[in-house]
């Protein structure tokens, strides 16, 4: 059994959804199945993408969704990217990098860019000429962003940065990267600069491997070395150095959110294909849907499901209408990706056996889930912000 579309198709969509976002998400879908899905296994074996499907994605309007029309966006709202994040989610091809780049990276560039940065980094990411990154982790700093040793030195109208980034997504593809830098790094957090990187345009800029992880095959996670990387200091995000922490923790909400889209989404998807299996597969002379244990367990997932998605709806719409605070958006992420790691369990262990086999989508929604709580700030990191705020 494969991904069963008619299914996926009935799957709740958004709530807060004006008939603009319906019709992305149902062409999303479209565009998914037709495009992606297909070749979503070699991708899977490759371990990454290719560029086509990126500019496929932009000519279908995938790309920069919410960004302005004038920048060669769509004019949307983070209601759009969410669509589209579900539809990735719901069709089942979760290793396409879109999500990152449209609801995480460009943002960055709207919010803090200058005129001139936008105009020269927007439309080509809007058509997948650019594929966006975001550098953060290295490997002695991940969760204490705090300790990011990456440095930027001013040298008249540039800057010389050097440093490693490790586990970072698109990171094979991706030729803009915003880079976590300091600038001064006697200042601590006040001396992190976001610069960005045009990687074609440098000398010096390495990608280490490609890496190789235990779900999320199809997406591209890397190391990236910065050997005396001359940037113009025009680069820099923002009018003075210093403000990267403020606005990465200004943007981080948003990438939290969209962690919980995806979550929301697999989950509905695991559950209608489990309900598909277990009412098809027979033991004991009948359907395994009718032992009372199934019927239980699903009744449960399904109103946990129900829950996770009430609550995301209601996260996006106050997103939406400038309203959401840190803390809400922390315990969405935390929440629905603790959610999502239960119910790919239970799902699986209603499989049997074939759950366990490559062959059946959960298997591998099972593995793809395990990330989503580690990155853009692990669990446990999202239980101290939220606790901090008691
Ligand atoms: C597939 C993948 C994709 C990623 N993509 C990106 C990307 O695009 N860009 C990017 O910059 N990074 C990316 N990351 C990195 C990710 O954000 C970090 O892995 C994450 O923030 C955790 O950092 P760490 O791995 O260094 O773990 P550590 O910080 O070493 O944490 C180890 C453990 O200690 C716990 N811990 C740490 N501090 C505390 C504390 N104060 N209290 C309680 N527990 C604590 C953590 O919760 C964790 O369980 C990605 C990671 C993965 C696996």
């Known amino acids: 059994m494969s991904s069963n579309p008619a299914t996926i198709l009935d799957l709740p969509q958004p709530g807060w959804a004006g008939d603009d976002v319906a019709m992305l998400y ?9 495009e992606i ?8 074996r490759a371990e990454i993408f290719d560029r086509e499907s990126w500019k496929k994605a932009g000519a279908a309007g995938l790309l920069c969704a919410s960004m302005p029309e004038e920048y060669g966006g769509s004019g949307g709202t983070y209601a759009h990217e969410s669509a589209i994040i579900e539809a990735i989610s719901h069709v089942g091809v979760d290793g396409f990098g879109i999500a990152l780049h449209n609801s995480i990276v460009a943002p960055y560039i709207l919010h803090y860019g200058s005129e001139e940065q936008k105009r020269k980094w927007l439309p080509r990411m809007a058509t997948g000429e650019l594929i966006g990154a975001i550098a953060m982790t290295e490997p002695g700093a991940g969760s204490d962003l705090q300790g990011v040793k990456t440095s930027a030195r001013r040298d008249g109208n540039h800057y010389a940065i050097n440093g490693s980034k490790t586990f970072i997504t698109n990171g094979q593809l991706a030729n803009l990267i915003i880079v976590v830098t300091k600038t001064d790094p006697a200042k601590g957090a006040k001396g992190t600069s976001l610069i960005v990187v045009e990687t074609d345009e440098v ?4 990608r280490g491997r490609n890496l190789d992880k235990i779900g999320l095959k199809s997406n591209d996670t890397s190391e990236l070395f910065f050997n005396d990387v001359r940037v113009p200091t025009s680069n820099l995000l923002g009018n003075d150095e210093g403000q990267g922490f403020v606005q990465l923790m200004q943007q981080l909400p948003q990438e939290r959110l969209q962690i919980g889209a995806t979550a929301i989404a697999a989950i509905e998807r695991a559950l209608a294909l489990t309900i598909d299996y277990v009412k098809e597969r027979r033991a004991f002379g009948k359907a395994v849907m009718e032992f009372q244990n199934t019927q239980f367990k699903l009744a449960e997932l399904k109103t946990e499901a129900t829950v996770g998605r009430v ?8 997103h939406v209408n400038g309203g959401l605070d840190p803390t809400t958006a922390s315990m969405a992420k935390y929440w629905l990706s603790d959610l999502q790691g239960k119910v790919m369990d239970e799902c699986l262990q209603l499989h049997g056996g074939y759950g366990y086999m490559n062959d059946y989508p959960i298997a591998r929604m099972y593995r793809d889930a395990r990330v989503q709580r580690i990155y853009g700030g692990t669990n ?11």
């Open 26 to 34: 149902d062409m999303a879908v479209k565009f998914l199945e037709a």
């Open 37 to 44: 899905a297909p070749r979503y296994a070699e991708f899977e």
């Open 203 to 206: 000398d010096g800029f390495e």
């Open 311 to 318: 609550f995301y709806n209601n996260c996006v719409e106050r």
């Open 380 to 390: 446990e990191i999202m239980k101290l912000l939220i606790a901090r705020s008691l």
